[in-house]
């Protein structure tokens, strides 16, 4: 199953010593109609041809009966960067490093 925006903010605003859903920090922003677009913890530069890990800004938990999948913007793709996707496991606490790729012909700032 995958989640409405609607959820995933009733999931946020429950109890968190329960083991619900956390984003720290969560920004209107960023939430997507199925979805929460995850934001780098500083400015980057990505290098053209290379592989670079980009730590998160955001700390998550993941409740027991809840997973995620991690997925690159189209508008990311569009610019030639690819993200090493990957699966977050139920009860996961901590902040994500995601692993983006460019493929494309310039180095590419990311914010």
Do not use: H
């Amino acid at each position: 199953m995958i989640l409405s925006a609607p959820e995933i903010v009733r999931r946020l605003d429950k109890d968190r010593a329960q083991g619900n859903l956390v984003i720290t920090p969560y920004s209107r922003d960023c939430q997507q109609p199925a979805s929460y677009d995850l934001r780098a913890a500083g400015e980057m530069l990505l290098p053209k041809g290379s592989c670079t890990l980009v730590p998160t800004l955001e700390w998550i938990e993941l409740p027991m009966d809840l997973a995620g999948t991690l997925r690159c913007r189209a508008s990311f793709g569009r610019r030639g960067i690819l993200l090493g996707a990957g699966f977050v496991d139920p009860g996961f606490r901590g902040q994500l490093t995601l692993c983006l790729i460019n493929m494309g012909n310039d180095d590419l700032p990311v914010k």
